[in-house]
Protein backbone atom coordinates (compact mmCIF):
# COMPACT_ATOMS: atom_id res chain seq x y z
CA UNK A 1 0.00 0.00 0.00
CA UNK A 2 1.16 3.43 -1.14
CA UNK A 3 2.28 6.02 1.84
CA UNK A 4 1.48 9.55 2.20
CA UNK A 5 3.63 11.39 4.56
CA UNK A 6 1.86 13.94 6.78
CA UNK A 7 4.38 16.21 8.46
CA UNK A 8 3.78 18.25 11.28
CA UNK A 9 6.44 20.34 13.27
CA UNK A 10 7.46 22.11 16.88
CA UNK A 11 3.96 22.73 19.16
CA UNK A 12 1.42 21.21 16.90
CA UNK A 13 1.30 17.99 18.54
CA UNK A 14 -0.74 20.35 20.82
CA UNK A 15 -3.53 21.53 18.33
CA UNK A 16 -6.97 22.45 20.14
CA UNK A 17 -5.07 23.59 23.57
CA UNK A 18 -2.95 25.66 21.55
CA UNK A 19 -4.12 29.45 21.27
CA UNK A 20 -7.40 28.07 19.33
CA UNK A 21 -8.42 31.74 18.57
CA UNK A 22 -5.67 31.24 16.18
CA UNK A 23 -5.41 27.42 15.56
CA UNK A 24 -8.58 26.49 16.01
CA UNK A 25 -10.13 23.46 18.01
CA UNK A 26 -9.14 20.58 16.24
CA UNK A 27 -6.52 18.21 17.50
CA UNK A 28 -3.70 16.75 15.40
CA UNK A 29 -5.64 13.39 15.70
CA UNK A 30 -9.08 15.08 13.93
CA UNK A 31 -6.39 16.33 11.24
CA UNK A 32 -4.85 12.46 11.19
CA UNK A 33 -7.85 11.42 10.38
CA UNK A 34 -9.54 14.14 8.26
CA UNK A 35 -6.05 13.63 5.80
CA UNK A 36 -6.18 9.68 5.89
CA UNK A 37 -10.15 9.54 4.84
CA UNK A 38 -9.12 12.59 1.95
CA UNK A 39 -6.14 9.69 0.73
CA UNK A 40 -8.44 6.63 1.32
CA UNK A 41 -10.14 7.58 -2.20
CA UNK A 42 -6.68 6.28 -3.86
CA UNK A 43 -6.01 3.24 -1.43
CA UNK A 44 -3.02 5.35 0.23
CA UNK A 45 -2.51 5.42 4.36
CA UNK A 46 -1.27 8.22 6.04
CA UNK A 47 2.28 7.72 8.00
CA UNK A 48 1.64 10.88 10.68
CA UNK A 49 5.00 11.89 12.07
CA UNK A 50 5.00 15.19 14.78
CA UNK A 51 8.17 16.55 15.84
CA UNK A 52 8.71 19.08 17.83
CA UNK A 53 12.51 19.31 16.99
CA UNK A 54 13.78 19.77 13.63
CA UNK A 55 16.15 16.26 13.52
CA UNK A 56 12.94 14.58 14.15
CA UNK A 57 11.36 16.12 11.22
CA UNK A 58 14.20 15.85 8.66
CA UNK A 59 14.97 11.66 9.66
CA UNK A 60 10.96 11.49 8.71
CA UNK A 61 11.39 12.85 5.93
CA UNK A 62 14.34 10.72 5.33
CA UNK A 63 12.75 7.51 6.37
CA UNK A 64 9.74 8.07 3.86
CA UNK A 65 11.58 9.20 0.63
CA UNK A 66 9.63 6.20 -1.30
CA UNK A 67 6.05 8.10 -0.16
CA UNK A 68 3.54 8.84 -2.72
CA UNK A 69 2.99 12.86 -1.32
CA UNK A 70 3.83 14.51 1.49
CA UNK A 71 1.57 17.46 3.48
CA UNK A 72 4.11 19.25 5.77
CA UNK A 73 3.30 22.30 8.28
CA UNK A 74 6.77 23.40 9.27
CA UNK A 75 5.53 25.52 12.40
CA UNK A 76 8.26 27.80 13.40
CA UNK A 77 10.50 26.10 11.25
CA UNK A 78 9.08 27.65 7.99
CA UNK A 79 11.02 30.85 8.78
CA UNK A 80 14.39 29.25 9.39
CA UNK A 81 14.34 25.08 8.85
CA UNK A 82 17.55 25.16 7.05
CA UNK A 83 18.18 21.81 7.31
CA UNK A 84 14.73 20.38 7.14
CA UNK A 85 14.28 22.60 3.67
CA UNK A 86 17.59 20.50 2.68
CA UNK A 87 15.28 16.81 3.39
CA UNK A 88 13.39 18.39 1.34
CA UNK A 89 14.80 18.99 -1.07
CA UNK A 90 16.03 15.83 -1.54
CA UNK A 91 12.30 14.66 -1.37
CA UNK A 92 11.36 13.35 -4.71
CA UNK A 93 7.67 13.54 -4.89
CA UNK A 94 4.80 16.55 -4.22
CA UNK A 95 4.81 18.24 -0.94
CA UNK A 96 2.32 20.65 0.18
CA UNK A 97 3.32 23.12 2.75
CA UNK A 98 0.22 23.70 4.84
CA UNK A 99 -0.33 26.45 8.01
CA UNK A 100 -3.42 26.76 9.74
CA UNK A 101 -3.42 30.34 10.58
CA UNK A 102 -2.60 32.99 6.97
CA UNK A 103 0.73 34.02 8.05
CA UNK A 104 1.01 36.76 6.28
CA UNK A 105 -1.86 38.39 8.17
CA UNK A 106 0.35 38.44 11.11
CA UNK A 107 3.74 39.12 12.82
CA UNK A 108 5.80 40.13 10.00
CA UNK A 109 8.42 37.67 11.00
CA UNK A 110 6.29 34.68 10.14
CA UNK A 111 6.10 36.16 6.41
CA UNK A 112 8.94 34.66 4.93
CA UNK A 113 8.76 30.89 4.45
CA UNK A 114 12.50 28.98 3.36
CA UNK A 115 10.98 25.93 2.19
CA UNK A 116 7.99 27.50 0.62
CA UNK A 117 9.83 27.90 -2.76
CA UNK A 118 10.73 23.71 -3.34
CA UNK A 119 6.99 22.78 -2.08
CA UNK A 120 4.41 22.31 -5.12
CA UNK A 121 2.02 24.40 -3.35
CA UNK A 122 0.90 25.94 -0.41
CA UNK A 123 -2.17 26.43 1.64
CA UNK A 124 -2.95 29.36 4.75
CA UNK A 125 -5.30 30.86 6.60
CA UNK A 126 -8.34 27.66 6.45
CA UNK A 127 -7.52 26.35 9.63
CA UNK A 128 -7.67 22.24 9.35
CA UNK A 129 -9.65 22.42 6.33
CA UNK A 130 -6.43 23.17 4.93
CA UNK A 131 -4.73 19.64 5.15
CA UNK A 132 -7.87 18.32 3.86
CA UNK A 133 -7.65 20.78 0.54
CA UNK A 134 -4.09 19.58 0.66
CA UNK A 135 -4.55 15.55 0.84
CA UNK A 136 -7.52 16.36 -1.81
CA UNK A 137 -4.67 18.45 -3.89
CA UNK A 138 -2.53 14.82 -3.57
CA UNK A 139 -5.51 12.60 -4.48
CA UNK A 140 -6.21 14.73 -7.17
CA UNK A 141 -2.33 15.24 -9.28
CA UNK A 142 -0.25 12.99 -8.00
CA UNK A 143 0.32 10.38 -10.75
C1 LIG B 1 1.75 27.72 11.74
C2 LIG B 1 2.21 29.17 11.62
C3 LIG B 1 3.61 29.36 12.17
O1 LIG B 1 4.00 30.71 12.05
C4 LIG B 1 3.63 28.97 13.65
O2 LIG B 1 4.95 29.08 14.15
C5 LIG B 1 3.08 27.61 13.87
C6 LIG B 1 1.86 27.24 13.19
C7 LIG B 1 0.30 27.53 11.29
O3 LIG B 1 -0.09 26.40 11.06
O4 LIG B 1 -0.44 28.51 11.16
O5 LIG B 1 3.59 26.84 14.65
O6 LIG B 1 2.58 26.91 10.92
Known sequence: ?????LLNGPNLGI????QPEIYGTDTLEDVERAVAEEVSARGWRVVAEQHDCECGLIRAVQDNYDSVGAIVNPGAL???GWGLRDALA????????VHLSNVWARESFRHESVLAPLASGLIAGL???GYRLAARALVNTVE
Do not use: T
Open 1 to 5: MSDVL
Open 78 to 80: MIA
Open 15 to 18: LGRR
Open 127 to 129: GAL
Open 90 to 97: NYPRPWLE
